[in-house]
Each structure stands twice: as structure tokens, then as C-alpha cells.
């Protein structure tokens, strides 16, 4: 069974940094993760998604050049570094794994409905 568990969520200001985690378990180190963020009365969006070997990403225009996504499959967990935050960027962040693309590097996806586990989020908060 799959589980996924968000971390280092938290208030920051403008311009600042933060690093989420989401400690895995479940053999998700076969797996594409990727990372989605619902802000405040809007809907759940993509931001940032990895291979299962972190050899390909993929990224959200909005956090390209800002935010990195990595992975640890020795310590089943996947990173979102997070730098110049932004107020827009305010918003819980989810981890997700998409369980169909076993071992699948090249078909890193973007959308809601290809992720099959979710975790339940942290919250992140830029003051201006």
C-alpha cells in the first residue's frame, strides 16, 4: 500500500526559501512522483514532476528557474526546494505517485487524474 506523508511547510516571506518532503513507503522508488499545490479557492495545479530514477523533470512555467524537484529512493522520499517564493505561490502542496509508469522515465505527466495516490498535503504561506 502506498502511502505518501508532505512535510516542511510553514510561513515565509516574500523572496524566501523552504523545502517540502514527502517521505514515501510502499515501493514508490518504481514510480513518477510529482508535486501539486491548491491554492486558496482555486483548483489543484501542477507544479513540478520527477522519473522514478530523477533522471528527467518536468516543471510548471509558473516555478521554472525557481523551484527543484528531487528524489532519494535509499531514503524513499521527494524533495520540492522551493527559492524567491512568490504571495501567489501561497497554497497547500501535495505530493502524488503515479503507479502506472513503473520504471517508465520517459512518460513523466502533468496531469491531475494520472496520479493514483495522494498524500495530505502541507501548508505553504508567503507574506508580502
Known amino acids: 500500500q502506498v502511502q505518501l506523508v508532505e512535510s516542511g511547510g510553514g510561513l515565509v516571506q516574500a523572496g524566501g526559501s523552504l523545502r517540502l518532503s514527502c517521505a514515501t513507503s510502499?515501493?514508490?522508488?518504481?514510480?513518477?512522483m510529482g508535486w501539486f499545490r491548491q491554492p486558496p479557492g482555486k483548483e489543484r495545479e501542477f507544479v513540478a514532476a520527477?522519473?522514478?530514477?530523477?533522471?528527467?523533470?518536468v516543471y510548471a512555467h509558473s516555478v521554472k528557474g525557481r523551484f527543484t524537484i528531487s528524489r532519494d529512493n535509499a531514503k524513499n522520499t521527494v524533495y520540492l526546494q522551493m527559492n524567491s517564493l512568490k504571495p501567489e505561490d501561497t497554497a497547500v502542496y501535495h505530493c502524488?505517485?503515479?503507479?502506472?509508469?513503473?520504471?517508465?522515465?520517459?512518460?513523466?505527466?502533468?496531469?491531475?487524474?494520472?496520479?493514483?495516490?495522494w498524500g495530505q498535503g502541507t501548508q505553504v504561506t508567503v507574506s508580502s
Open positions: 502524488a505517485a503515479d503507479s502506472t509508469t513503473l520504471y517508465d522515465w520517459n512518460n513523466v505527466r502533468i496531469t491531475l487524474n494520472a496520479y493514483d495516490y
Open positions: 520527477i522519473s522514478w530514477s530523477g533522471g528527467r523533470t
Open positions: 510502499g515501493r514508490t522508488s518504481r514510480y513518477n
